[in-house]
């Protein structure tokens, strides 16, 4: 039986919006971090996660992209 080729997804930023992509293996970057970005984790409430998710899925957006519009919003810049 032959492997199946596993296509790994990768992020391209056209613009300010993020969307994935798939690359074939061995082409795409490390994991899914776009160039510029860090990889943040944060422990949260669940209700809190539960709240992020629904609202990101209203808005068609990534969790990921949700916050960083909140923090944007509501956090002056230094």
């Known amino acids: 039986m032959a492997k199946a080729s596993i296509r790994k997804p990768t992020v391209t930023k056209p613009g300010a919006a993020k969307t994935l992509q798939f690359a074939e293996k061995g082409k795409s ?3 899914l971090i776009p160039d510029g970005d860090v990889r943040l984790t944060a422990n949260i409430k669940e209700d809190l996660h539960t709240r992020l ?3 990101a899925a209203k808005r068609r957006m990534y969790i990921g992209d949700l916050v ?3 923090i944007e919003t509501n956090i002056p810049k230094i």
């Open 29 to 31: 970057k490390s994991g």
């Open 68 to 70: 960083e519009e909140l």
């Open 53 to 55: 998710k629904i609202e």
